[in-house]
Every structure is written in C-alpha cells, then in structure tokens.
C-alpha cells in the first residue's frame, strides 16, 4: 500500500518580494516645485531633489559629490558607489538648470565660509548653512521637509526617490539593463523588482493572448 505523501518534504513557499515605494508623477513635480528658490539654501534643495530624482543617486553618493566630478556643459556627474565602485550617470535639463542656478552667486557663494573647517569642503557641490559639506541626516531631512510641503503624506525618503527614478526609466521604456548600470546595482535581479506592471494590465493581456483563457 503507497503511504499518504506528508508536508514535510514540501518547499516552504516564497514570499512575494517587496515593491519598493514610488511616487507618482504628479507627486514628483510637486515635490520639485516645492522649494524656494529666492534663497540660497532653497536653490540647494532644488537642485539636490532635482539631481536625485534626475540620477537616482544613493543619498551616500549625493552628499560627496564635488564640483569636479560635474560636466555640466554634457549634463554628466562622476559618483563612487558600493565598494568605491565609480560610475558615469547623466542628468537632463531640469537638473542641470537647478544646478547652475545653485552655482550662481545668488546660491552656494553665500553660503561659502570665511574660512573652511575642513579641506575638503570647499570641493562639495552641497554646502550647509554653515558652510560644511551637508551630511546625510540633513539631506534626508530636506527631502522629508518638502515631502510634507508639497502634501505627501506617506514617508518620503531619498531613497523613495532613488525607486522613483528607476521606476519611472523602466514605465518609459528604458531597458532594464541600462537602468541597472545607471543605478549602480551589481545584479539585474536588483533592478528587475522596479518592473512591476499594474496587475489589472496583465490580467488583461493574459486573458488577451493565452490560448486558453
């Protein structure tokens, strides 16, 4: 007599990964808006948001850029990610525009000490108000900052941003692996999980296109 299969030689299933959190477009232009630009530190926060959102720098690789990573004549910046590894990501028009406004002397030159406390401030692209390099905790907190003023109530995070980015390359059309190298992700497996589809869409084209509906 054949005995019953049991449970314990069956595979625990596997949780659904994670969707990472995106914003939706609207949302993006809002947040972009959000900033005063008749400031110097609002110049800077509208370039940051408009250069994470235009990169989807890690908020990490944001704050240490420097001016001489910048090409904006070719709308490109120099970036070290994990591991030191150095990549090439492009920025468009809008980012380069906040930039040159922040590069103005109405921006950054205001907020340039007399005299830097570290030697290496002097090279950063994001200066705070006191005249130091910005730090990541003040990077996130601007983010949140204009999160709540343009009315996004979920939390808003650089790295929601970063997702955003990737998200919105990939609903346009972009190819995975362009979007991968772009990010600074080691495997495509990373970049895949911003490929998700809306499920009312495929559930349509399934019904479409399979032989037995």
């Keep these: 007599m054949t005995s019953c299969p049991t449970t314990e030689n ?4 596997k949780l659904w990964t994670t969707l990472p959190k995106s914003l939706q477009p609207s949302e993006v232009e809002a947040l972009l808006k959000a900033p005063d630009r008749s400031t110097p530190d609002g110049l800077r926060d509208a370039a940051m948001l408009e250069l994470l959102y235009a990169t989807g720098l890690r908020v990490s690789e944001l704050i240490h850029v420097k001016i001489e990573d910048l090409v904006m004549d070719a709308g490109f910046l120099r970036t070290f990610g994990k591991g030191s590894k150095e990549r090439i990501v492009p920025f468009g028009s809008s980012a380069a525009e906040a930039l040159e406004e922040w590069f103005s002397p109405r921006g950054r030159a205001r907020l340039v000490p007399a005299q830097w406390r570290r030697r290496d401030d002097a090279e950063a692209v994001f200066l705070n108000t006191r005249g130091g390099r910005l730090s990541r905790q003040a990077a996130w907190l601007v983010v949140k900052k204009y999160g709540e003023r343009a009315g996004i109530t979920e ?18 059309g972009a190819d995975l692996r362009v979007v991968q190298e772009l990010l600074g992700h080691s495997s495509v497996a990373t970049t ?11 559930r349509e084209v399934h019904r479409t296109f399979h032989p037995r509906p």
Excluded at 192 to 202: K, Q, V
């Design 10 to 13: 069956i595979e625990n299933p």
């Design 155 to 172: 939390h808003l995070s650089p790295h929601v941003l970063r997702h955003s980015c990737a998200t919105h390359l990939l609903d346009h």
């Design 192 to 202: 895949a999980i911003y490929t998700h589809l809306d499920r009312g869409y495929l």
